[in-house]
């Protein structure tokens, strides 16, 4: 339970971060900070839901996020500042998978897949700017 509050208190400073950092919706469209602010609404959610089946003795379909999670939250900050968004979440996407024992060409691929997934809905499909960092700009 400790790993799921503390997931919870990084979703949610990373929440805060974006929607202080970016804009969730501009000149009747969505903003660069709209999939940040899903994105960890998800994770609080999904946490809180983690609490919630243990607390009534219900068994959980996934275990506590491990502290990997925690400091990838952090480093998505920190990255996404300087790279952009896509690559961060790549890059941290990666070496997560990497942590938890995936194999490095194996991670690589899901980190792009979920990279370019990503830019295709937001970027292409809904029409989102993504935060771009001061290398690539945005």
């Given at each position: 339970?400790?790993?799921?509050?503390?997931?919870?208190?990084?979703?949610?400073?990373?929440?805060?971060?974006?929607?202080?950092?970016?804009?969730?919706?501009?000149?009747?469209?969505?903003?660069?900070?709209?999939?940040?602010?899903?994105?960890?609404?998800?994770?609080?959610?999904?946490?809180?839901?983690?609490?919630?089946?243990?607390?009534?003795?219900?068994?959980?379909?996934?275990?506590?996020?491990?502290l990997?999670?925690?400091?990838?939250?952090?480093?998505?900050?920190?990255?996404?500042?300087?790279?952009?968004?896509?690559?961060?979440?790549?890059?941290?996407?990666?070496?997560?998978?990497?942590?938890?024992?995936?194999?490095?060409?194996?991670?690589?691929?899901?980190?792009?897949a979920?990279?370019?997934?990503?830019?295709?809905?937001f970027?292409?499909?809904?029409?989102v700017?993504?935060?771009?960092?001061?290398?690539?700009?945005?």
């Amino acid at each position: 339970m400790a790993g799921a509050v503390s997931l919870i208190v990084a979703a949610t400073a990373a929440m805060i971060y974006s929607l202080l950092h970016y804009s969730i919706w501009s000149f009747g469209m969505p903003g660069s900070g709209l999939m940040p602010v899903i994105a960890c609404a998800m994770i609080v959610v999904a946490c809180l839901w983690t609490i919630l089946a243990r607390d009534t003795g219900e068994r959980a379909r996934f275990a506590s996020p491990p502290l990997a999670y925690c400091v990838g939250f952090v480093a998505i900050l920190a990255l996404t500042s300087v790279i952009g968004l896509l690559p961060a979440l790549a890059i941290v996407a990666a070496a997560i998978l990497r942590f938890e024992g995936m194999s490095l060409p194996r991670s690589i691929l899901i980190a792009v897949a979920v990279a370019l997934g990503s830019w295709l809905l937001f970027e292409r499909t809904l029409m989102v700017p993504l935060p771009g960092g001061a290398i690539w700009g945005s």
